[in-house]
């Protein structure tokens, strides 16, 4: 069974999804949550069978789809990935169990099952075609969440959407083609096995040309700055489940397309364009901080929160270190966590009220005691205050950058005061104060069915923020390959500076010594 | 006295004009049969019909396990010339005649089914297609384009609506001049060198090294806007979005595919040797042309309020990218267009039946036209499995992984990429993206708007029979497990280009 978990994983939740369609609709739910429960155990079995002290691809399986053009159906996960398909799944069981009374929703848990095998396929295929494949494909279902489900704008929202995505996304596949290309006139046959072509070492200029090809269609999926304008569109329009999924798994993709792709094939390119995109990163940080600080909405004041934090998650990427790069990705679930939250927390008092308006709210606290205690420790995670989640990863990432730049570290830094800013003053507005709006008076707390998510998203914050050694130990082993590869392949003196050799730091400082 | 002139018949090798003759006798049946039984149901008209063009496609079989021993195969005073573009173009008109045929079978009664010409002209035109690509003798492309093209006139005419009479002579008319153009060109071409086979040209052209060059591309350019009319390149394609609107859905989805294939192996057989010559005008005014046909159909497409217009013009769109692979040259491109046309077939047949079987008699209220996008407003509530279908084939066309097209489309930017058109490969990759915007279009509508006028709920399934639903059951099939054939798809398709020397 070991042998073929990840291709169990990525179709179980595709076939019980068409299975579905028999299901009535009276019963959708508990099927999802079945099925999605069943799933959230097997991601775990595949955790606890994994082999921590590998840092190479495990659970490999490889079928030949079209051996005349080199496409194949390859999968295995790493410790990279591992954490990331557990998520997904993880988020879609809770984001199913939590569902309320909605409008058509058999439709939508089909939907979710089908979602989450894009999800999963996303982070275990190591073809590049296969990766494309489930890439593209989870855009069609996050479609139909926001069309069918969504706000008063959600046609132009969803379109929105899918075109930029797409749009990006084909450039990133002419950059695929071309790279098989040289894959082919370098060794004669057709391949696109992301792991043979970690073995091709590129001229510069090939590698300036492809990173900025495959930067497209990452670029836009994480969003980077200026472009993501589709994103706040997206959660203003999107259903809770919609924007949950979205902003805790689906923004991943671009960050670990980054590490999978252009890093390990494209390291003297990393390396070049790695000031560049590192003042992108910043601009993301502090100018998305400060239009959510500018914002009236509390969901678009946590979508922008949530694209700032990824500018973080980028910033690490790029450190091109162990440090920096085990910090993005576990700032990647950090994020996955603490967003995903936030906007169930958001959806929560939609439900109730029917507006996101924080003018709406105030002294919600004495009201709703619960939730203003969730969300403050969420937000307080958000802010990256110590023994929470996303510290650890702000950290580490910062930490990485500080190696390279210290000017830019300081003020990718100061995110974190702006952040701080924006999140306590939205917080004090709509929690704090005397009840101004009457119809806040009455509104019932937190019920069973929504601690079911709130709950375990809480204690994964704070356990991952006390002790994250569990996440990180795997995550540093595989990112140490990782960046050993790029300084093995680098051929630029620039690439052989910014990308330090790990063989005379072996007594390297262990990172979660300073969490502690 | 005239000297006696020898020819054994073996050296004639009539037997490589039995995929031709096998629909000429059908059609010449069906019109004896006629006159002893009148008044026959068409399934039986239908029947025959299929009977015949499989007869053919059995044909075809042996010729090309032939074609794979021996190599190509000359017959007929060297007219036919059976090697493996003609092969393949030959499987896909009549494999998408096969397809066709049934559509027909609808539950509600047309008039055009119910004469047994229509299913003649059908036969004489599938022959003339195939006359089409299995010579390089220019005056039999020319005639079979005409015996084609005239039969086609006329089966778009029968479907009895003001709009088909219209728009069977608006394609009349074109394809008048067009023909006009083709002849032009030949006789220009002949005149220069005395042939009118086109490996002949070749040689002469090269021998001489193209002195004479304007002459030439005068000749060319008329061949091109000739083949351009009827592969709708922009800007010959003007006639298209109206034909395809007057003819029937089923009628404009095999326009959409038989014809054109038609035409890009005459295009291939006569771009081949001109694209390699090093002529650099050629390449220029061919890359423009498809990155105009491409973009400039797209971007029309986007403004249509008619689902089948959407699709008029996305076929226009398609021909101009499938025309690229002319334009690369190279034995993956050739290969990739007769990849991402197979796969083009299964899909867009689909979407023009799913068209077909909401064929209405009356309007209603509020609809502008037979197929506009509100009549499919709220489809999912009302039928959900057609509109899932439906879904399926835009999302096809689109370019979606994993289906049909998307695998044609990689392997022919592929292409693109190997030969260092790297720009034309970004034109073509942003072009589905273009693309997109208005599959998506349709998408919505179905998926997320509310039903918008008041009509029948019948209406969405109101042609359907079990014929046409075999049909669009196989074209999904087709669209969804295209991957699984696509290996020995491609191997078989680059083996019969290769052999041909393209």
């Given at each position: 069974m070991l042998d073929h978990i990840l291709s169990l994983l990525i179709f179980f939740p595709a076939i019980a999804a068409i299975m579905g369609?028999?299901?009535h609709k009276d019963s959708a739910k508990a099927f999802g949550v079945a099925v999605s429960v069943i799933e959230f155990v097997i991601s775990l079995y595949l955790w606890f069978a994994f082999?921590?002290?590998?840092?190479g691809m495990q659970f490999m399986e490889n079928i030949s789809v079209v051996p005349a053009f080199g496409i194949n159906y390859l999968v295995g996960i790493d410790g990279i990935s591992l954490f990331i398909v557990i998520m997904a799944s993880f988020f879609t069981m809770i984001g199913i169990a939590s569902?309320?009374?909605?409008?058509?929703i058999k439709n939508l848990v089909i939907t979710l099952l089908f979602l989450q095998m894009t999800m999963v396929g996303v982070f275990a295929a190591l073809d590049a075609i296969l990766f494309y494949v489930f890439w593209e494909l989870s855009l069609v279902p996050m479609l139909y969440i926001i069309g069918a489900?969504?706000?008063?704008l959600r046609i132009y929202a969803s379109v929105k959407f899918f075109l930029y995505t797409f749009t990006g996304s084909l450039v990133m596949l002419v950059g695929m083609l071309f790279m098989a290309f040289l894959y082919n006139q370098a060794t004669g046959v057709w391949s696109f096995s992301i792991l043979e072509w970690y073995r091709l070492i590129l001229p510069l200029n090939y590698q300036l040309w492809l990173f900025a090809a495959f930067f497209i269609g990452f670029a836009i999926k994480v969003p980077m700055f200026p472009f993501h304008t589709w994103l706040p569109y997206a959660h203003g329009q999107a259903p809770t489940i919609g924007s949950v999924i979205l902003a805790a798994v689906l923004l991943k993709m671009g960050t670990y397309a980054f590490i999978r792709f252009s890093l390990p094939m494209f390291p003297d390119a990393a390396a070049f364009f790695m000031f560049p995109i590192a003042a992108i990163a910043i601009i993301m940080i502090i100018y998305t901080a400060m239009v959510a600080y500018a914002q009236e909405d509390i969901k678009q004041v946590v979508a922008y929160s949530s694209i700032s934090h990824m500018g973080v998650i980028i910033l690490g990427t790029f450190a091109l270190n162990v440090e920096g790069i085990t910090g993005s990705v576990f700032l990647m679930i950090g994020h996955g966590i603490v967003s995903g939250a936030l906007f169930f927390l958001v959806g929560v008092i939609y439900d109730r009220r029917h507006t996101k308006m924080?003018?709406?709210?105030?002294?919600l606290a004495s009201v709703m005691p619960r939730y203003a205690t969730i969300f403050g420790i969420m937000m307080m995670a958000s802010v990256g205050?110590?023994?929470?989640?996303n510290f650890v990863g702000e950290f580490l990432s910062l930490l990485g950058f500080y190696n390279q730049s210290h000017i830019a570290t300081l003020l990718a830094g100061t995110a974190i005061i702006v952040g701080a800013i924006y999140m306590l003053s939205s917080y004090k507005r709509a929690?704090?104060?005397?009840?101004?709006?009457?119809?806040?008076?009455?509104l019932p707390d937190v019920n069973s069915r929504e601690l079911l998510a709130l709950i375990p998203l809480t204690i994964i914050a704070v356990w991952l923020g006390v002790y994250p050694k569990p996440l990180l130990e795997p995550i540093n082993n595989s990112v140490k390959s990782v960046v050993m590869l790029m300084h093995e392949k680098a051929i630029t003196p620039e690439g052989k500076s910014r990308i330090p050799s790990l063989e005379n730091k072996v007594a390297m400082q262990t990172p979660e010594a300073e969490v502690k | 006295m005239l000297s006696h002139v020898n020819i054994s018949l073996e050296s004639l090798?009539?037997?490589?004009l039995v995929p031709m003759l096998i629909p000429i006798m059908g059609a010449l049946f069906i019109l004896v049969l006629d006159l002893f039984?009148?008044?026959?149901?068409?399934s039986m008209y239908v029947m025959l019909s299929l009977l015949f063009v499989m007869l053919d496609f059995g044909s075809l079989i042996d010729f090309s396990i032939d074609f794979s021993t021996n190599g190509t195969i000359l017959g007929y005073f060297d007219m036919m010339l059976i090697d493996g573009l003609a092969l393949l173009g030959q499987f896909i008109i009549v494999g998408a005649s096969i397809l066709f045929i049934?559509?027909?079978?609808?539950s509600k009664r047309f008039h055009?089914?119910?004469?047994?010409e229509f299913f003649a002209l059908f036969l004489f035109m599938i022959s003339g297609f195939q006359f089409m690509v299995a010579t390089d003798n220019l005056i039999l492309i020319f005639i079979g384009l005409e015996m084609a093209s005239l039969a086609l006139y006329t089966l778009i005419a029968l479907h009895n609506r003001s709009k088909s009479f219209e728009a069977a002579v608006k394609y009349f008319t074109m394809g008048a001049l067009a023909a006009g153009f083709f002849a032009f060109g030949s006789m220009v071409l002949y005149a220069l060198?005395?042939?009118?086979e086109i490996h002949q040209m070749a040689a002469v052209f090269n021998a001489d090294e193209f002195a004479n060059l304007p002459f030439i591309l005068v000749g060319v350019v008329f061949l091109l806007a000739a083949l351009g009319f009827k592969v709708s390149?922009?800007?010959?394609?003007?006639?298209a979005p109206d034909v395809y609107e007057g003819a029937s859905a089923s009628m404009a989805g095999y326009m959409s595919i038989v014809p054109k294939i038609a035409g890009f192996v005459v295009v291939m057989r006569m771009f081949e040797f001109l694209i390699h010559s090093g002529v650099v005008w050629l390449n220029v005014v061919l890359y423009v042309i498809v990155v105009v046909t491409m973009t400039a159909a797209n971007i029309w497409a986007l403004v249509q309020s008619d689902v089948k217009r959407m699709l008029a013009y996305s076929s226009i769109s398609h021909a101009g990218f499938v025309m690229a692979a002319v334009l690369i040259g190279t034995t993956q491109a050739n290969s990739a267009l007769f990849l991402y046309w197979i796969l083009f077939t299964f899909t867009n047949l689909g979407a023009f039946s799913m068209l077909w079987i909401s064929r209405q008699k009356n309007l209603a209220a509020g609809?502008?036209?037979?197929?506009?996008y509100n009549k499919f407003a709220g489809l999912i509530k009302v039928a959900p499995i057609s509109a899932t279908i439906m879904a399926l084939f835009m999302l096809s066309l689109a370019g979606l992984?994993?289906?049909?097209l998307f695998w044609g489309k990689i392997y022919m930017i592929s292409a693109a990429v190997s030969s260092g058109y790297i720009v034309l490969a970004l034109i073509m990759a942003l072009n589905s993206a273009i693309a997109a915007y208005y599959y998506l279009k349709l998408i919505i509508y179905m998926?997320?708007?509310?039903?918008e006028i008041d009509i029948d709920n019948k209406v969405y399934t109101m042609n359907s029979s079990v014929a046409l639903r075999t049909i669009i059951g196989i074209a999904v099939i087709g669209t969804v497990f295209a991957s699984v054939v696509l290996n020995s798809l491609i191997e078989f398709i680059t083996a019969f280009v290769y052999n041909s020397g393209y």
């Open positions: 369609f028999v299901v082999d921590t002290n590998v840092s569902l309320g009374d909605m409008k058509k489900w969504g706000g008063p924080m003018s709406e709210f105030g002294g205050l110590p023994l929470l989640v929690f704090f104060g005397e009840v101004t709006n009457e119809a806040n008076r009455k | 090798n009539i037997a490589t039984k009148k008044d026959q149901s068409k049934p559509l027909a079978l609808t055009e089914f119910s004469y047994p060198t005395g042939s009118v390149l922009v800007p010959f394609h003007t006639w609809q502008s036209s037979d197929h506009s992984p994993p289906f049909a998926f997320m708007k509310e039903p």
